[in-house]
């Protein structure tokens, strides 16, 4: 395994026991280890909005949130944004759009992508993951077609995937294993989003809501 960036995760990181923390009764037996727990997501992502503060300058920004996913990183993204730039002399206005894109069944990439909603154009977007990149091109070309001043791209996680045209985000949270992962608005077909650790799902959780 090589690690391409210092908040990658390596491929021999055997995790959290799940033991060790909460989490809802009804995903036990469903699990196979935390990944990343709740308190470090929050973490990193401060240190995120803090990046994402001093680039942006005294430039006003549209946060583009890509639902559903992306809610959790989104929102935890735009307090800490709005935080910093309270206790600071520097004021970023932001205005807050959404748009819900769908790709996945089970867990594998459709080839098929669907775009609904988003009225505003965006400089910022606020993502879930990058799995094999495909997703956010779609999306990007969309947003392009506007000709926005300046996009940025922040997503909590970046999958580290065999494939070698993989989209680097501006900003982004881990690199992670070619896992799928679960938890923090990530789901497996609609389950798991209320899960608040960023977790690996196992064989018996895979075949339990599979559709
Ligand atoms: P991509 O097109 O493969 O980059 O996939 C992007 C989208 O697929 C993300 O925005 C997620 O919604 C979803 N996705 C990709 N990998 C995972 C995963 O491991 N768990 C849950 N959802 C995923
Ligand atoms: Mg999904």
Known sequence: HNLSSPCAISDNWPGYSLDLFTYPQHYYGDLEYVLIPHGIIVDRTERLAKDIMQDIGDNDIVVLCVLKGGYKFCADLVEHIKNLSRNSERF??????????????????????????????SKLTGKDIVGTGRTMKVLLNNIEKYKPKMIKVASLLVKRTSRPDGYRPDYYGFEIPDL??????????????DLNHICVINDHGKAKYRV
Do not use: C, T, W
């Open 92 to 121: 970023i206005s932001m205005k807050v759009d959404f748009v819900r894109l769908k790709s996945y069944h089970n867990d594998q990439s459709m080839q098929d992508m669907q775009i609904m909603g988003g009225d505003d154009l």
């Open 180 to 193: 799928f992962v679960v938890g923090y608005a990530l789901d497996y077909n609609e389950h798991f989003r």
